[in-house]
């Protein structure tokens, strides 16, 4: 039973961030030294006894891969925590002070306009350097995606990298799995697109108000960008943008 206090590793549990159908984020801190981190821990539970271990092996070798990036839109990994005794194990990561990248605002204000634009750019950016590294993250949506504060404005942090690549990414939010993935084709960089143009689009959709129906929400963006989003999210893979 995980509870606040509780110690994990070199870490000590201090408050939970959030749980989803694998996992539970606590922000935590090294027990001798006051650094904060975010702790994702896997519930044992969820997967069967047999596939642990390997899961495990999985786990460290993505950390050991993602802890070699340096990006300013990702966290950075300090490595994986095993708890021997009861067979938890999770990853710990840099934490950060911030939202899910939803409820920006009404798209139709300029000013959310720039805002949202300009967070999409950095995730943009980030997702193509991550291609470009024949890496795919394969889980963008909302909750992955904080936005923080910044000396020169809000910075979008892409979290769960190393989950994804060791194929514990979960696709709770099941409105951000693309068409490919539904019915279990490979997921590419092109997937990540899509998931980056639904994640606007729904940006676009929720910040609109319940009395605006989607088509009547999406005039609000500029044409330009409208069509950028309506290719992206096109469901056959190859009628998408060759990249980010």
């Known amino acids: 039973m995980l509870t606040g206090g509780s110690v994990f590793g070199e870490f ?15 922000v935590a801190s090294r027990v001798y030294r006051e650094e904060r981190v975010a702790l994702k ?15 495990l092996e999985a786990l460290v070798r993505a950390t050991t891969r993602a802890g070699r990036l340096e990006h300013a839109n990702l966290p950075g990994v300090y ?13 710990a990561t840099e934490y950060f002070d911030g939202g899910p990248f939803e409820n920006m605002g009404h798209i139709g204000d ?9 967070l999409m750019t950095q995730l943009g950016t980030l997702l ?6 024949d890496l795919v993250h394969g889980n963008v949506k ?14 979008v942090k892409l979290l769960d990298l190393c989950w ?3 194929g514990l990414g979960s696709p709770n939010a099941r409105a951000f799995v693309s068409p490919e993935a539904n019915v279990r084709e490979p997921i590419t960089a092109l997937t990540d697109q899509w998931a980056m143009a639904k994640l606007l689009h729904q940006l676009v959709v929720k910040g609109s108000g319940a009395d ?9 963006l500029p044409l330009p960008v409208l069509r950028v989003m309506k290719r992206a999210l096109e469901n056959s893979p190859r009628a998408r943008f060759n990249s980010m």
């Open 12 to 26: 000590k549990l201090l408050s939970p961030l959030g749980r989803g159908p694998k996992a539970s984020v606590w």
């Open 41 to 55: 821990i896997l519930d044992p539970g969820k997967l069967p006894a047999d596939k642990q271990k390997r899961k």
């Open 79 to 91: 490595g994986t925590v095993v708890r021997e005794e009861d067979g938890l194990f999770g990853i």
């Open 110 to 118: 300029p000013l959310v306009l720039d805002r949202v634009l300009h």
């Open 128 to 133: 193509s350097w991550l291609h470009k590294h």
């Open 142 to 155: 909302p909750t992955n995606v904080l936005v923080t504060p910044g000396a020169y404005g809000p910075t």
């Open 164 to 166: 994804s690549l060791a």
């Open 212 to 220: 605006i129906s989607a088509s009547q929400a999406l005039t609000t």
